[in-house]
């Protein structure tokens, strides 16, 4: 069809390959009129503070410029779709529906996990109070379920049933994540290595793994085929909360919009935590015995850093967001698709295993 | 078929009506099972917290004997099934998950309404503390639509976009009731009577509306048949709220298993409380200077209860129990239904209209 190119595969190539912040602009523009209708539709003091979450608006209910998360979520569904070589818009209502199940589990879980600050911002419960903030999430799950609902052919179907098994997978997570805050930092019911990444592969890898097989499975591709998509999503996951775990204790406050050695000050077992702790060696004790006191007590948080960083729970942290990023482009070179839709996957993976906020 | 009876509808008429407690013991026995089995699927944290709140288990996980709670969704789910002359287990998986989402919305709103207990016991939040009762509520909203989803026919997918709306309207409800706690308790911007009742026909008409309904929906009767039952429902949802309003002021509190005069001391702007205030008497604006008060300031609340009733506010909330008590059955009576059903249905509407706790 294109006179440029003389591959069999032209006509999909008909777009080039975009850099990150085109991919996530293009997607946001595409999904923008049904995330704001999805969001409008909900009462109005849902609808405001789910747009003061979303970065549409600020606490006194005015619009901000350019505001908005990055929609990284939206931009895995579009290309998603295209990989199945179907137009960005057919993976718009899933794309949709993982953000906002994404935002219902960001406002629940800053209450559950007491975080005050998301994104250089007040968390939802901190401004308008927990229940609130309880009952704009629960109407935000509902209304995801809705947009899918409207597509009454068997992608539709699909992608509503998988939605289900990636919200039961992320409150698998989650209560997995809560309990590992009672164990005890050293001993033989400390949590592993493993332990820790089934439950960010529930968490996180599940919310990822959706969004990037739902647009091929509303363009119609089997859902064996769309698995390996799921798949990729799902390492780019467990990349994202360990970059996540490194940037919360070691990140600059005011790029990561949370306080200095924020996971520390609330004694969160995060990866380089979990690494350094099974390791059992003298320094691991005495970490184990600094985020055993209370989150209220004077610890030197500087010097637990320190010691994490010296006895290799970074490196570890990071060679593990390194492993699963190189683990989800394998997935996605298995899985034939358009070489700009590829480009720009690789582009977005490359973002999650580089971003500092 | 049956040589007993000769009129048309025999077959339909082969069980004899039931008393009420007849009524709730055999819909827990025939959805027991697949309440069990899908409580059980939940993360065992999850699972646990559930069978607490659900009165299976105490707090130690003891299991208790006979506990639970009465299961009016899961008796409503039945007898709509039977209505429509299926069998009782037809509208065995709408019922779980209409109790399911029961569960759910008392999980969360119990947070949101700071109410400390809730059938003699302390209320989840209380138990395991609002993060893990956010997470379970969550838990169980998903676990909902999963039993729907398993059944493939065009009644199930009724069902489920049936489920969705009713669980907008709840959250529509629940952020109305939201709002009235920070309404004026006398002026313009008072919370007005028609205003209240259109925020319980959402909060909990849709509830029982949708319970009422699901049978026979999942029996086969078209939506427009079954929405006369969906409307005996929701009037049936607006007496329980009234009831529950009622009890809430004047309930024995060993039959309650809540504080005396437990909305008093909240201050919570409940049928009785905002009938009296729209009337502006001298006593009107009495009570609205009293329940101005902040909530931990100490009022007279025996006063205030007996302004309230002098006032008319209880017999205001019991004319209104029993005007959409005889709404429900005028609804009963337009559905075409075998008699012991309609008995039934009769008397767990009144049971309904009379319950104490």
Redesign the interface.
């Known amino acids: 069809m294109s006179e440029v190119s003389g591959t069999p595969h032209a006509v999909r190539q008909s777009r080039p390959a975009q850099e990150v912040a085109e991919i996530l602009a293009a997607a946001k523009s595409l999904a923008g009129p049904a995330m704001h209708e999805a969001v409008e539709s ?2 109005p ?2 609808a405001e503070i789910s747009s003061y979450h979303l970065g549409w608006q600020d606490a006194d209910g005015r619009p901000v410029p350019n505001g908005g998360g990055k929609g990284v979520c939206l931009a895995m569904a579009v290309l998603s779709a295209e990989a199945a070589s179907a137009a960005g818009e057919v993976g718009v209502p899933g794309g949709v529906a993982a953000e906002l199940v994404h935002v219902f589990t960001h406002m ?1 879980d800053d ?3 007491g975080d005050d600050r998301r994104r250089h911002r007040l968390s939802v419960w901190r401004v308008y109070g ?3 903030a ?2 704009t ?3 935000l ?3 995801a ?2 947009v899918l ?1 409207r597509i009454s052919d068997g992608g539709g179907r699909t992608a ?2 998988d939605l ?1 098994s990636m ?2 997978r992320m ?2 997570g ?3 994540d ?2 590992f805050e009672t164990r005890p930092a050293s001993g033989p019911n400390a949590v592993g290595v493993e332990e820790y990444l089934a439950m960010s592969a529930d968490k996180t890898g599940a919310l990822y793994g959706y969004a990037l097989h739902v647009g091929a499975v509303l363009a119609g591709v089997e859902p064996a085929a769309a698995d390996l998509l799921a798949q990729a999503g799902e390492h780019l996951g467990v990349v994202a909360q360990a970059v996540d775990d490194v940037n919360g204790i070691w990140g600059d406050p005011a790029v990561t919009g949370k306080p200095a050695l924020s996971d520390l000050r609330t004694r969160k077992k995060t990866l380089p935590v979990v690494a350094v702790l099974s390791g059992r060696t003298p320094a691991a004790l005495r970490i184990a015995e600094l985020l055993g006191r209370p989150a209220d007590a004077d610890i030197d948080l500087e010097f637990a850093a320190g010691l994490l960083e010296e006895e290799g729970g970074r490196r570890f942290a990071e060679s593990t967001a390194r492993e699963h990023h190189r683990m989800a482009l394998d997935c996605l070179r298995a899985f034939p698709m358009p070489s700009p839709v590829r480009e720009d996957l690789e582009n977005l993976a490359d973002f999650v295993l580089h971003r500092t906020a």
Chains 1, 2 share one sequence.
């Open positions: 909900l009462h003091m849902l629940h209450i559950m996990d927990a229940g609130r309880i009952l999430g629960d109407a799950l509902v209304l379920l809705e609902s509503t049933l289900l919200c039961r409150a698998f989650q209560a997995q809560l309990n």
